[in-house]
């Protein structure tokens, strides 16, 4: 397999500025005209369009790639949360000279809007106030829609976390069926997936260059649709992707000592030759920088689970930048080409992104009354934020149920402990508001900052999915070193009194480091600190990639030690899952028993949500295991219990809720059904009680914020109002039936 390339890609800085660099920053990238009139321009190079919030600071999306393109010269315009009900909206900066860069938000439009019972959320973290419905349904599609119908003949780039997770065809949860690539439906000219500064750069000079979009096929971290026949497509060794990955096997050799049909080359001298068998018997593979792996077409992945789990896992070999190869799948009369991930950032580059001159605050268009943002147009996902700093990218924990490396990679992606002191610094002396606590000094994951693989080659020739499942990887370097040289230099910074870590922690990993994990308690745990074993059964956490119950306990004895000695009462909060793929209905039950041995209530519970590109959502939708490879015969291909229905999922719920009385009865019904009956009683030793206090459907959590109040009775119906399932009022009794009782929200007799 080949490594890096040897020459390492143009850096971000290395461009030679667009000529209107002489405008200099602008205090907060424009969204309307005047705000581009009082900087001096005429027009924006680049019109960017997100469903969030315009907040910036280098948490936001939209913030990076502005600030970043601001950076290479050009002038970038936002067009946040617009009115999707016509174009109009987005004309208000005018017609961009470049390109519309368009993305959904932070988040999947479709997990933003709707829980994992596929219920409406009644807000939005990244909306002012929190309110809800400010951006549509599959927001990448319809933005690309709306600015195509503003000016037809401007190009439109997709990127962000919905546009990653969609590249290719994907199974979609909320529908319940495999979709298109989002770049199929939305039309759009180019997609850009991952964190995307050195494509949006390369894409933003090259159009400046007045080169036609059609032109860039040759970026890295982009996907883009071919027709049958281009031109541009020659060259290229295509290999089918039952070739990379045979059942059982990753890479299959070839024999040498199979024949090659001369008669068929003969007759087409064009052909692609995919074997070249020379006297010593050794095989010689085509360069994997010329290779294209051909999916199973989208018409047949649709309706076939088998060979969807097939290109789910196919796609997920091809995920390291050091060795990936391009991808092809048909979709119609045409192909979507997915080139390979783009290049890391190297630490130059990533002080470069988090330095540049983000105001660190939502736009002044959102300030409340009081010219400030802590009022009534608060954005939460802004609050949450406000006094971290994110330190690196990326995560190489591979859990199948998350969208960080489909979306960051497995590479670590470090800054420099100057940056991010330089960061600490800015943010207590601009920041307004701030009270000497930093909340949060982490990234994807706290603990994973300049940790990587102690060997370039070897880093650039893995396929592993994870660094750290089953095992960690003897070739992973887990010195946390670096990370506590910084986590004390931060802290004697004047005027810093307390930092804490918000991150999750990847708790494996810290055991390895007796020395962090006693720094860490010592000084950066406000009482709680949040880990995530996910399960305590084999079964799911297999599925999952996570490690045995048995490293929590070893982390939870040197958490417990290090509080002890340092005179404090701390505790553990460890999340679970319930109904992720390969989980048993035993499997909750001996988890709940777990959580009562140990003393834990469980107060936010997270139910499995199938996002689209991830491992363990090819689980759920095909019944295979595609870790272990994927067979169409039984015996050999490894079948995994799926958790579908409202009652089945509301039954693992409820088990992670053991403690909550309004789940008793469906949790007896269970265990009695399961032959556990014994676990239901009055002892210590019992999982339930076996009375039924009165419940009115309220909980009472030892944190007020978990509390869920009673549902509210439903008000009496004005005069002519209609009555649908919406409203949780019943049905309009209408004709005969009304005279046999009494009407609808009216007092009757009895």
Known sequence: MSALPATPPKALTA????????????????????????????????????????????????????????????????IAQPDWQSADAF????????????????????????????????????????QGGRRPDRATLVYTQRCQEAFKDVPVVIGGIEASLRRIA??????????????????????????????IIEIAHRLARREPIEALTDVRGTAFMRRTGDPTAEGWFELDSTEVDRPGRIDELISPYQEIKQ???????????????????????????????????????????????HANRVLHLETNPGNARALVQRHGERDLWINPPPLPLSTPEMDHVFDLPYARSPHPSYADEHGGHDGATKIPAWEMIRFSVNIMRGCFGGCTFCSITEHEGRIIQSRSEDSVIREIEEMRDKVKGFTGIVSDLGGPTANMYRIGCKSPEIEAACRKPSCVYPGICPNLNTSHDPLIRMYRRARALPGVKKILIGSGLRY??????????????????????????????????????????????????????????????????????????????????????????????????????????????????????????????????????IVRGERRRRLHKAFLRYHDANNWPLLREALKAMGRAD????????????????????????????????????????????????????????????????????????
């Open 15 to 78: 461009y030679r500025p667009f000529w209107a660099k002489r405008f200099g920053p602008a205090p907060f990238l424009p969204m309307s005209r005047q705000e581009m009139e009082q900087l001096g321009w005429d027009s924006c190079d680049i019109v960017i369009v997100t469903g969030d919030a315009y907040v910036d600071h280098p948490s936001f999306g939209m913030a990076v790639i502005g600030r970043t393109l601001e950076a290479q010269g050009f002038r970038v315009g936002i």
């Open 91 to 130: 004309k208000a900066l005018g017609k961009p000279n470049l390109f519309f860069g368009v993305a959904a938000g932070n988040m999947d439009s479709m997990i933003n809007r709707y829980t994992a019972d596929r219920k409406i959320r009644s807000d939005d973290a990244y909306t002012p106030g929190g």
């Open 170 to 199: 994907h199974y979609d949860y909320w529908q319940d069926k495999v979709r298109r690539s989002v770049l199929v439906d939305s039309k759009a000219d180019l997609l850009c997936y991952g964190n995307a500064e050195r494509a």
């Open 263 to 309: 008669d068929a080359c003969a007759t087409e001298p064009d052909a692609p030759q995919p074997i070249r068998i020379h006297k010593t018997g050794r095989i010689t593979m085509p360069p994997r920088e010329r290779t294209v792996v051909r999916l199973p077409a989208y018409e047949v992945v649709k309706s076939d689970p088998v060979l969807y789990a």
């Open 508 to 641: 494996d990993l810290a055991v390895q480091s007796p020395e962090y994990v006693k720094e860490l308690v010592t000084h950066h745990v406000g009482g709680y600190l949040k880990i995530a074993p996910e399960h305590t059964e084999a079964g799911p956490l297999s599925k999952m990639m996570k490690p045995g119950i048995g490293t929590y306990d070893r982390f939870k004895q040197m958490f417990e030690a290090a509080s002890a000695a340092a005179g404090k009462k701390q505790y553990l909060i460890p999340y679970f899952i319930a109904a992720h793929p390969g989980t048993r209905d035993e499997d909750m039950m001996n988890l709940a028993v777990w959580l009562k041995r140990n003393g834990f209530r469980a107060d936010q519970v997270q139910t499995f949500y199938p996002s689209p590109m991830a491992t363990a959502t090819a689980m759920y939708h095909s019944g295979l295991n595609p870790l272990k490879g994927i067979s169409r015969d039984e015996a050999r291909g490894e079948r995994v219990d």
């Open 679 to 750: 676990l239901i009683g009055n002892g210590r030793h019992h999982l339930i009680p076996s009375y039924q206090p009165l419940t009115d459907g309220s909980y009472d959590s030892a944190r007020r914020k978990n509390s869920t109040a009673a549902p509210a009775k439903p008000a009496t119906p004005r005069k002519g109002q209609l009555l649908t399932a919406h409203t949780g009022l019943p049905p309009r009794v209408t004709g005969a039936a009304r005279s046999g009782g009494p009407r609808p929200g009216k007092p009757g007799k009895r």
